[in-house]
């Protein structure tokens, strides 16, 4: 057996992002517009904003949340998912970020049907309940990871039977299935898919995944 390695996972990842997902115009921008702005390149992969839009195609998604929009590459994947008088709303509590991500989106033509919300997500969450704005039928949720138990508690009452809830950065290299971690973060994501877990609305399932990014996972949980 071949040792498989980080090198391995980024050939892999490069072949089969050349072949499947090829970068075009308005999503090489967005990522060369973020690098030059000196953002941390934590977006997702260009296989795995496919997926998402794959998903959020499959499931027919007219109304979409994202909760952590850096320079709004997950953004594009998703709301090219988008039918006719679709939406999405993406959340982000960095200024910078947020200024970024809208020239990036109105690059892809994205524009009329992408809102970017600036604010703490905990701070907007609350806002979009009393604007009426849910039901939302697909919701990713990609912010700080210390925030995703709330998150979540919010991605539940903005959602109906159906909704799919998304949450990327579910394994941390392993990190995840240390009990004993310190790490904010990991005890962040733990308490989420703790809570996920005890959810009776909810049934869920996770995907460990490498590539380019190494080695993490997406966690899928249906609103029953
Ligand atoms: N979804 C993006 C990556 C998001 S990175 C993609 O894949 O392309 C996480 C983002 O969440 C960062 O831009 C960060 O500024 C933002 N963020 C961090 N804390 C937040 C908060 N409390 N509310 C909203 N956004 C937050
Ligand atoms: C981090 C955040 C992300 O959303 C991600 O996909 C990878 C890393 C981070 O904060 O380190
Ligand atoms: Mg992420």
Avoid: C
């Avoid at 709004?72 to 988008?82: D, N, P, Q, V």
């Avoid at 994205?110 to 905990?122: I, N, P, T």
């Avoid at 919010?154 to 159906?162: C, F, K, T, V």
């Amino acid at each position: 057996m071949v040792a498989v390695t980080q090198e391995r996972w980024t050939a892999v990842d490069q072949y089969l992002t050349d072949l499947l997902a090829p970068a075009d115009p308005a999503l090489a921008a967005t990522l060369a517009s973020s690098e030059a702005a000196g953002l941390p390149a934590i977006q997702v992969t260009p296989n795995a904003g496919k997926l998402l839009m794959l998903l959020a195609m499959s499931h027919g998604a007219k109304n979409i949340l994202e909760i952590g929009t850096l320079g709004g590459y997950s953004t594009i994947w998703m709301a090219r998912a988008l039918s006719q008088g679709g939406r999405l709303l993406s959340l982000e509590a960095n200024s910078k970020h947020a200024a970024i991500a809208r020239a990036n989106i109105a690059g892809a033509g994205l524009a009329d049907v992408v809102e970017v919300r600036l604010g703490a997500a905990l701070d907007t969450l609350p806002l979009l309940e009393a604007e009426g704005r849910g039901p939302f039928d697909f919701i990713f949720i990609d912010a700080d990871k210390t925030g995703y138990p709330d998150y979540f508690t919010w991605a539940l009452r903005l959602s109906r039977p159906g909704t799919m809830i998304i949450a990327d950065n579910v394994v941390r290299n392993g990190a995840i299935a240390d009990p004993e971690s310190t790490d904010p973060n990991v005890q962040g994501v733990r308490r989420f898919n703790a809570m996920v877990a005890a959810e009776p609305r909810v049934t869920a399932t996770a995907i460990q995944t490498v590539g380019s990014k190494g080695y993490d996972g997406l966690l899928l949980a249906m609103v029953l």
